[in-house]
């Protein structure tokens, strides 16, 4: 069962750009504060693959096929996790989704369809 909902996916020409967002106001800020909060993506016929992971103040972890083009970003008030597409790519297309793991219980998505056109 998803427990997180995220938003933001859709259909862009490659070159554009998605911004994909998911709350997390279940989660307490004194376990959000020391979760890891990812971003992962499945491609039709592929596994899935973490694209993108930050905990507390550390320097955020991309794969290597989205780096420099991708952002992860958090606003712990908020307890939203967000994940800016820069210059997206037909490679790109997939379901993504929102992973947040606490010490105790990993939280999920349903997960959200990214589609890039040529």
């Known amino acids: 069962q998803a427990q997180l909902e995220e938003s933001g996916g859709g259909t862009v020409q490659a070159g554009g750009s998605l911004k994909l967002s998911c709350p997390a106001r279940?989660?307490?800020?004194?376990?959000?504060?020391?979760?890891?909060l990812n971003w992962y993506r499945q491609a039709p016929g592929k596994q899935r693959e973490l694209v993108a992971s930050?905990?507390?103040?550390?320097?955020?972890n991309y794969l290597d096929s989205v780096k420099g083009r991708f952002t992860i970003s958090k606003d712990n008030i908020k307890r939203m996790v967000y994940l800016q597409m820069d210059s997206l790519k037909v490679e790109d297309t997939g379901v993504y989704y929102c992973?947040?793991?606490?010490?105790?219980?990993?939280?999920w998505g349903r997960g959200t369809q990214v589609t890039v056109s040529s």
């Open positions: 992973n947040v793991k606490t010490s105790g219980t990993d939280y």
């Open positions: 279940r989660i307490i800020l004194s376990t959000w504060t020391s979760s890891t």
């Open positions: 930050i905990r507390g103040g550390e320097i955020p």
